[in-house]
């Protein structure tokens, strides 16, 4: 049976709920229960993600969501993005989709929305229904995993998002590759954790889509572990804007302004930047364009490139000082 094929009836027959999932790595997502209260319970019933992977900033903003399964995360983002702003889901699963689509009326009353700020599309995310350069963040929760061809996932994600656009996603990674054995195990894949991508593997797939630098904004390790591979679920961002390959420092400053609702006092880019509202923090010239280019740009003040001073030190906990070594890493 194809990856699509047995995937799709996995999550369309095999399991009903939540509870029906054997492994860990599909049990975990972090929600605001304030956004939850609108949700029904036939799709709050219906979650499988490994993450939360919505960012901020979303007001007036186009999200489309790959493999949004029965939409919790769709709905959660129809509130954020408001009632000008526009949510896509696209799924490939008729039943999954059935159920999304039942949900809209009955959840856009309990947010109080006149008309409905969120539709479902049927489609593969190798092929994303969704024109090009029309979206403004993408995000997916536990579902690029499922992916037998990756790179052409990135590559239309790249295709479909705005210059400056994000993609914000919640995985599952592996710390090594996953032999063609374990990745033929249709109970394994489908569960999130045969098919994930291994680390380096993945960051050179983003890469040749357009995503030169690559930011976790969490890492979590499951508690499965087969055959001594480990897995951990990550939320992964990155911008659709032009970068380098390494953090190079350039004598940039940004000063957060605090003006993000609900990130008064701070705001986390990745693990390794956290700015606290008000304080000057060093950064390399691909946070700094990360920011100017992006919906981010008003809440930062960001200092003009000086000149080249080499590698800089992006990796959670640095502190650079003359003699330290770099490996200009921001992961």
Not at 148 to 170: C, H, M, T
Not at 291 to 312: D, K
């Amino acid at each position: 049976m194809a990856t699509d094929e047995f995937v799709s009836e996995f999550y369309g027959k095999t399991i009903q709920k939540t509870e029906d999932l054997i492994y860990d790595a599909c049990c975990v997502a972090e929600y605001d229960l304030r956004l939850l209260g609108p949700i029904t319970n036939e799709v709050k019933e219906r979650r499988y993600g490994c993450g939360s992977p919505i960012p901020t900033v979303l007001d007036g903003c186009t999200v489309v969501d790959l493999g949004s399964g029965a939409g919790i995360d769709c709905f959660i983002a129809s509130q954020l993005v408001g009632p000008t702003g526009k949510v896509i889901g696209i799924d490939m699963t008729d039943e999954q989709l059935e159920i999304a689509n039942r949900n809209i009326d009955p959840i856009m009353k309990n947010i109080g929305y006149d008309k409905p700020n969120v539709e479902f599309r049927k489609g593969r995310i190798e092929e994303i229904p969704v024109e090009s350069g029309t979206v403004d963040v993408v995000i997916s929760n536990c579902v690029i995993n499922l992916s037998a061809d990756k790179q052409r996932v990135f590559n239309e994600i790249w295709r479909i998002l705005k210059p400056g656009g994000e993609l914000y996603v919640s995985d599952i990674i592996s710390d090594r590759r996953i032999p063609a054995r374990l990745v033929n195990d249709e109970r394994l894949y489908s569960e999130c954790l045969t098919g994930a991508a291994y680390e380096g593997d993945l960051h050179r797939t983003m890469r040749k889509a357009g995503f030169m630098d690559v930011r976790y904004g969490s890492k979590r390790y499951t508690q499965d572990v087969i055959e001594g591979i480990r897995f951990f679920a990550a939320n992964v961002r990155a911008f659709k804007t032009e970068l380098e390959d390494a953090c190079e420092d350039y004598g940039q400053v940004a000063v957060y302004k605090g003006t993000i609702p609900g990130k008064e006092q701070e705001f986390a880019l990745d693990l390794g930047h956290i700015f606290r509202s008000g304080e000057p923090m060093r950064v390399c010239k691909n946070s700094a364009d990360m920011i100017v280019n992006s919906r981010y740009a008003p809440h930062f003040a960001v200092s003009p490139e000086m000149f080249h001073m080499g590698l800089f030190d992006c990796s959670p906990g640095a502190a650079k000082s003359d003699g330290d070594d770099v490996n200009g890493s921001c992961c």
